[in-house]
């Protein structure tokens, strides 16, 4: 007697996979920090073999970086004016990076990729480039003034971030939206 339904092919599904080790780095991330967060304890938090994340990513940077990704999503552009889109893009950036395990992430990652031209590469073209053609697209500005607005605006949040251990309070973010918005009027 023979069986219609297909044999599920040897090993385990892969079906999410990347939203459970995504979930398991930033929770690892969060509780241990970003250096002692191992590939081997973000493996053994989401309850999957190592081998099963340097398959798809290569190195733990790698990984942060499509973690970082999935984090953020898309920017919401939004507003009428360039000051409001402005606006919306820097609590944006502020509201991801006071999420738990993301600003240690991306601080962390930010921070090894100052000596791994490799991972500066990665961080630059999969997370910086598109996030930068976007606000250059929706604000007509030029390359240098868009990375001169994510320098400023992601260079202060991780700033307090490592200063503080927090990310900024509602105030101060609304204090850097009020210097920074005429710089870029």
Known sequence: MT???????PGRPRSGV???????TLSTVHELGYARATVERIAAAAGIAKTT?????PTKGALIVDCLLDAFGP????GGNRAEILSSAIRWIAGK?????????????FSDAVS?????????SRLQDPYRLALQDVLGEPERRVLFFIDVIVGTL???LGMT???MVDADVDALVEMVLPAFR
Do not use: C, K, Q
């Not at 920017?75 to 939004?78: K, T, V, Y």
């Not at 990076?97 to 990652?109: H, K, S």
């Open 116 to 124: 791994d031209p490799e991972l500066r590469e990665i961080l630059s």
């Open 53 to 57: 994340i340097y398959r798809r990513w």
């Open 158 to 160: 991780l700033h307090r």
């Open 3 to 9: 069986s219609s339904t297909p044999a599920r092919p």
């Open 75 to 78: 920017a919401p552009l939004e």
């Open 97 to 109: 990076i006071g999420e738990p395990g993301v600003g240690d992430a991306f601080a962390g990652v």
């Open 165 to 167: 251990g927090e990310p």
């Open 18 to 24: 990347n939203a459970v080790v995504f979930a398991a």
